[in-house]
């Protein structure tokens, strides 16, 4: 039932194409939560069996990375903080993760907009708060495009090189336990990066958190 879920899915990209893969980043770098991981590695799978190209892949992604984060910005500069603040948790933007995105803003100012990008949790929202302090649009999107790019090349790596080596992935169930046997180390690294990201956002979080806090307490 697995390989017939994920088989459909990489299917699914296929036929998207192109604009399927900017249309769903650009999804994921709103804030629905559509994982980027779910988008760049299957349609860098197609472009390893040749039927899209791998710097298609990348520049399809970036470019709808950018656009999301971009639309983002726009609402966020016109409607504001304090209406986000109110009623973000309807559209997933409870005040927790806006202040941590507020938070990482107001610390790393431009360049974290770029880290961000690298980073779950802060990456599809990061672009709120710069929006609502009125960030110059230029290098807003310069931050954007440069980090969405190395995020999606990674991730476009990783789909072309470690799933696209097996051709018959998704025709031949024991062909995906062979790539799962045997490129075993392959998964475990990605699922480390993904959890020492989101360990180093937590830890980040903290510390503007408690810095925060002591600069309060400074009369």
């Known amino acids: 039932m697995f390989h017939s879920l994920f088989a459909g899915w990489f299917h699914q990209v296929h036929d998207w194409g192109y604009g399927g893969v900017f249309l769903m980043m650009a ?13 760049v590695p299957p349609a860098a799978y197609w472009a390893e069996q ?18 999301g984060s971009a639309l983002s910005y726009l609402v966020a500069r016109a409607i504001g903080r304090p209406l986000i603040l109110r009623y973000g948790r309807y559209v997933f933007v409870p005040e927790r993760k806006w202040l941590l995105a507020e938070r ?13 990008r690298l980073l779950p ?52 169930p024991l ?20 959890l020492a990201l989101y360990v180093v956002m937590d830890v980040a979080g903290r ?8 600069e309060a307490e400074i009369p």
């Open 50 to 67: 040749g039927r899209f190209h791998f710097w298609g892949v990348v520049a399809a992604a970036t470019l709808g990375s950018w656009f």
């Open 175 to 194: 062909a995906m336990a062979h790539v799962l046997r045997e490129k075993l180390l392959w998964f475990v690294a990605a699922a480390g990066v993904l």
């Open 27 to 39: 999804i994921e770098s709103t804030v629905f939560p559509l994982p980027s991981e779910l988008v």
């Open 121 to 172: 949790v802060v990456r599809h929202l990061v672009s709120l708060p710069a929006g609502a302090a009125r960030m110059p649009f230029g290098r807003f999107s310069l931050m954007t495009l440069t980090g969405s790019f190395l995020w999606c090349f990674v991730l476009a790596w990783f789909g072309a090189r470690v799933l696209g080596s097996e051709p018959t992935l998704l025709d031949d």
């Open 104 to 116: 990482w803003i107001r610390h790393y100012s431009t360049a974290g907009v770029f880290f961000a």
């Open 207 to 214: 510390r503007l958190k408690r810095r925060e806090a002591g």
